[in-house]
């Protein structure tokens, strides 16, 4: 354990799910590796259950609630993989999203002129069928 002050809460699912026995949630403030993991060891402790590794996987896959958020430095290398990806890609999504957002080289709002376009098409396919339906 540690000395110093960490914050986690757990919120799991309430319906039944054949593929999944459960699914925890955790949402932490301030906490380490060694305490998320010290955290998962006495949940699985308190089923009463000793579950062998082929009866039980555990997945660790770090999601900021920030959508702006940088690299979440608690996910190291053991914890990367294909689906998690890495720090650099998250870099280059991140730096293209901001561009977007301040209509870097007019992409935002070309892009939402081409959505409008889009729906007024829609919209006029919609009135010309039902002006022919009637």
């Known amino acids: 354990m540690s000395d110093r002050r960490e ?13 999944c026995l459960f699914e925890l949630e955790i949402r932490r403030l301030v906490a380490t590796l060694c305490i998320l993991g010290d955290l998962i060891t006495q949940w699985l402790q308190r089923t009463g259950i000793i579950l062998s590794s082929n009866q039980v ?6 999601i900021p609630c ?3 958020a940088e690299f979440d430095a608690l996910r190291g290398k053991k914890w990367r993989s294909s689906q998690t990806g890495e720090e650099k890609y998250q870099d280059i999504m991140s730096a293209d999203f901001r561009a977007f957002c301040v209509n870097n080289n007019n992409r935002s ?11 007024n098409e829609k919209i006029n396919e919609k009135q010309q069928k039902s002006s022919n339906d009637n």
């Not at 709002?109 to 729906?119: H, M, S």
């Open 7 to 19: 914050w986690t809460t757990t919120h799991y699912h309430s319906f039944y799910n054949p593929h």
């Open 57 to 62: 996987a555990f997945h660790l896959v770090s």
């Open 66 to 68: 920030d959508p702006f």
């Open 109 to 119: 709002v070309n892009f939402w002129n081409e959505l409008n376009d889009l729906a």
